[in-house]
């Protein structure tokens, strides 16, 4: 079946714009999950949803980083007046929440340039 | 915070076995051992886990020292393909604790 696709692949704005980053989990599965990886660094989680709802917020580097995810299926990760440090690949994972060990499936990210 | 340690980066003619080994020294007894890698360009791929037996599967296997103190990725016959940063995580398994802390990771190199 189809993995977790995320698009767009790549995304290029100019700093001081607000983008939008899309993530199709795999159907079924009810957690998603958002990290962030910057040039040379290792993966950053950023935010958590069981469902609709997000228990783990925690990771969310400043209040211009929001997400949302409707009808337990698509999420959005919304950055608001991008910043230059906003530049990463952000990945996009899901997995059976309810099962006794939780694999996550990655999608293949979407490289955010801020310009 | 990652709570293992691994080398940076290590080399592997190919067709041999590479072990990767891993640290995690603090592991309590309800944490579990994760290994990932990430091929460049490509999001992180789940290859194995365990809590305190040695496991087994089509990828890989791993050995975890009895005072689980430390573990071992192997993967048995090395391809060119393998070449990616390997992740070792510790994780409890409870709902609550659900993201991955990735560390720094070892690059593999599968050597031609």
């Known amino acids: 079946g189809a993995g977790v696709s995320q698009s767009p692949s790549n995304k290029v704005t100019e700093k001081g714009k607000d983008v939008e980053l899309r993530c199709d989990p795999i159907?079924?599965?009810?957690?998603l999950y958002w990290y962030r990886q910057s040039l040379g660094q290792g993966l950053e989680f950023l935010i958590y949803?069981?469902?609709?709802?997000?228990?783990?917020k925690s990771g969310l580097p400043s209040d211009r980083f929001s997400a949302e995810r409707t009808g337990g299926s698509v999420s959005t990760l919304t950055i608001q007046r991008t910043q230059q440090e906003d530049s990463a690949v952000y990945l996009c994972?899901?997995?059976?929440?309810?099962?006794?060990?939780?694999?996550?499936?990655f999608g293949p990210g979407t490289r955010l340039t801020v310009l | 915070d990652a709570k293992t340690t691994q080398p940076p980066s290590m080399d592997c003619a190919e067709g041999r076995a590479a072990n990767l080994p891993c640290n995690h020294s603090t592991i309590s007894g309800n944490e579990y051992v994760y290994w990932y890698r990430q091929i460049h360009s490509q999001g992180p791929q789940y290859i194995i886990h365990?809590?305190?037996n040695n496991e087994t599967n089509e990828m890989a296997s791993l050995i975890i020292t009895e005072d689980r103190k430390s573990s071992t990725l192997i993967l048995p016959h090395a391809t060119l393909r393998d070449t990616a940063v390997y992740y070792c995580?510790?994780?409890?398994?409870?709902?609550?604790?659900?993201?991955?802390?990735f560390g720094t990771g070892t690059r593999l190199t599968i050597i031609p």
């Open positions: 994972a899901s997995s059976l929440a309810w099962t006794a060990y939780n694999e996550q499936f």
């Open positions: 365990g809590l305190k």
């Open positions: 995580i510790v994780r409890v398994l409870n709902f609550g604790n659900e993201k991955l802390t």
């Open positions: 949803f069981q469902g609709n709802s997000a228990p783990d």
């Open positions: 159907s079924g599965h009810t957690a």
